[in-house]
């Protein structure tokens, strides 16, 4: 029998037209059948990103761990100038939840540096590890790395036993000329060859988080910490790039095969395991810690 092509492409054309306003019924119906104080009050309704906060109606039995089983060593920790009080403090939590040893990176240089030994290793000798830092007051005069690995040196004569590296180094630290002091910066090579010689090994804590130096939208998926802590956000008119500040993290790392490396917050790569992988690969004197991650 004939069947005419005219016929079936009108009654395709009418059967999605049924569709097409079925659905629209069913959208825009109920909500122009509200009243304006209905759509009002939906909209006060909908929270924010941030204002979302849904109670869970998981039914289980609640296990909390406040100790514990094993004794660990909590590697990443910063207590400045601490005094005796604090310290007795601290040591008392400590044995609370079975922490055996605790690394203080937050020791200073010095006077400073002395002091906190003193307080720390020198009331609990087995209980705390103290750190050296590196201070940039003569960062301008010739020779300055020089300086920093011999106030090094006698800095672990006096009790450190390691040297940590704030996040400035690398990032905003600047030359009185403005030029920015990178991270693979030849002046400090005199300091890492002597952590090498002095077997004390190095926390270096390079950038931050590479959602940081991204653009602050919809998209970050740091966006809410990021509304909450403006100040964590790294834009680009102030900030080296993220990618900038690894390679030069990483040529740090590959000139000084010696020293032994440590780079903070699993080295920014907790996102990128295999890239972490590689970089332990390329470089054996590195290891990380999984501090604020």
């Given at each position: 029998m004939f069947k005419n092509p005219r016929g079936t492409v009108n009654s395709?054309?009418?059967i999605l037209s049924i569709i097409?306003?079925?659905?629209?019924?069913?959208?825009?119906?109920?909500r122009a059948a509200m009243t304006p104080q209905d759509q009002a009050l939906q909209k006060q309704q909908t929270p924010t990103i941030d204002e979302y906060q849904p109670k869970s109606t998981l039914v289980t039995k609640e296990h909390k761990?406040?100790?514990a089983k094993f004794p660990f060593i909590d590697i990443h920790s910063h207590h400045w100038n601490p005094t005796p009080e604090e310290v007795d403090r601290l040591v008392k939590e400590m044995d609370t939840i079975n922490l055996r040893v605790m690394v203080n990176l937050s020791g200073g240089t010095g006077e400073a540096l002395n002091k906190t030994v003193a307080v720390m290793k020198g009331r609990y000798p087995e209980r705390f590890v103290v750190f050296a830092n590196m201070?940039?007051?003569?960062?301008?005069?010739p020779g300055f790395g020089k300086r920093v690995a011999a106030r090094l040196e006698q800095d672990v004569k006096n009790g450190a036993q390691g040297l940590k590296i704030f996040k400035n180094f690398g990032m905003d630290l600047k030359y009185a000329s403005g030029e920015r002091v990178h991270v693979d910066d030849a002046e400090f090579d005199a300091v890492f060859e002597k952590c090498a010689e002095l077997k004390i090994p190095v926390l270096i804590h390079v950038a931050e988080p590479s959602a940081f130096f991204d653009p602050w939208d919809y998209h970050n998926e740091r966006w809410e910490e990021l509304k909450e802590f403006p100040g964590r956000a790294r834009p680009p008119a102030k900030y080296p790039p993220f990618e900038t500040l690894m390679t030069e993290r990483n040529h740090l790392f590959a000139k000084h095969p010696k020293t032994n490396f440590i780079a903070a917050h699993l080295g920014f790569h907790g996102n990128d395991l295999e890239r972490l992988g590689k970089l332990f690969d390329a470089n054996p004197n590195v290891y990380v810690d999984i501090a604020a991650v």
């Open positions: 395709r054309r009418t097409f306003v079925s659905l629209f019924a069913l959208i825009v119906w109920p761990v406040e100790r201070s940039y007051d003569d960062l301008n005069t």
